[in-house]
């Protein structure tokens, strides 16, 4: 009998994203955080973005230990300024960007419309809606010309339902995904491609902190799986949109939220 185990198989590398750059916005927590990591073990060079430095930092440190090449800029996705100087020093730095995901958001205080006030519509629609929109106009500007790229937005379950209280982040994700389609079409010939994913609940810190965790509890059990997603989860979805794995889809909206949406 052979002393080798022939059920044992060694771990395969994933190299589905060997060389490639990609931008991450959001990078410093939760989703965004979990799907720089996995791009990285995917074989990404990584250009990490975060209105957070500290949380930047942190990330940038796991990176290298890696062996992944870094860039980190500390930038605020809803400033046009900011976003330029990104994707032109992650170019420089690493090289043409090739992947965009565009996954910073936050949340907008529970509240019925009536109570919703003007600073938080300025503020969610700044962040979750002008953000995306910027950084795609951005990405698509090193795209375009090389004819080639793949983008991500990160929409939400709340891209197709509602959630009481939560009208300015739902309209914000509505609008996300009506950009992603938009968009998606506009660049189908020209070798870019453009998805969204739609995650249902997800215990991150934007999760956390916007609700009590009796709501947490709520969720979780409103979830057909009976459980709210990980952070992991969603990033191995946003791996399979970033690489060829994917290369048909263009234009479309991808639910992983445990069937939320489905019921
Ligand atoms: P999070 O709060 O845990 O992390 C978001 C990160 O974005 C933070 O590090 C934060 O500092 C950064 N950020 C916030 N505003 C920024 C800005 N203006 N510029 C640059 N960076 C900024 O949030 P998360 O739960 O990981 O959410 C990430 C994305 O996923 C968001 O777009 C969110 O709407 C979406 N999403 C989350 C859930 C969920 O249940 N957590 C579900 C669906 C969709």
Redesign the pocket.
């Known amino acids: 009998m052979s002393s080798v185990d022939s059920n044992h198989t060694m771990p395969t590398q994933d190299a589905r994203l060997a060389g490639r750059v990609a931008l991450v916005?959001?990078a410093?927590?939760?989703?965004?955080r979990a799907c720089a990591l996995g791009f990285a073990r995917a074989g990404a060079k990584i250009a990490a973005?975060?209105?957070?430095s500290d949380?930047l930092e942190l990330l940038a440190a796991e990176l290298r230990a890696m062996g992944t090449s870094v860039y980190t800029a500390t930038?605020?996705?809803?400033a046009a300024s900011d976003v330029a100087s990104l994707f032109n020093g992650a170019a420089e730095t690493l090289g043409p960007i090739d992947i965009a995901l565009n996954?910073?958001?936050?949340a907008s205080p529970l509240r019925p419309l009536a109570a919703t006030r003007e600073d938080d519509f300025d503020r969610v629609m700044g962040?979750?809606l002008k953000?995306v929109w910027l950084c795609m106009r951005e990405a698509l500007r090193h795209m375009e010309p090389r004819q080639a790229g793949v983008i991500i937005n990160?929409a939400?379950?709340?891209s197709f339902k509602s959630y009481p209280g939560s009208g300015l982040y739902t309209a914000s994700?509505h609008a996300v995904a009506g950009l992603t389609k938009n968009t998606a079409v506009e660049y189908a010939q020209k070798g870019i491609r453009v998805n969204a994913l739609c995650?249902?609940?997800?215990l991150?810190?934007?999760?956390e902190l916007s609700v009590s965790q009796e709501v947490l509890d709520q969720l979780a059990a409103g979830h057909p799986v009976g459980r709210l997603g990980t952070?992991e989860e969603i990033a191995a979805c946003a791996t399979f949109l970033a690489s060829e794995d994917s290369k048909f889809m263009t234009g479309a909206l991808l639910s992983v939220d445990g069937g939320w949406t489905a019921l």
């Not at 410093?28 to 965004?32: D, N, S």
């Open positions: 916005t959001g410093g927590a939760g989703i965004g973005c975060d209105i957070s949380a930038a605020d996705v809803s996954n910073a958001g936050i962040v979750n953000g990160m939400s379950a709340m994700k995650p249902g609940n997800v991150t810190p934007l999760l952070p």
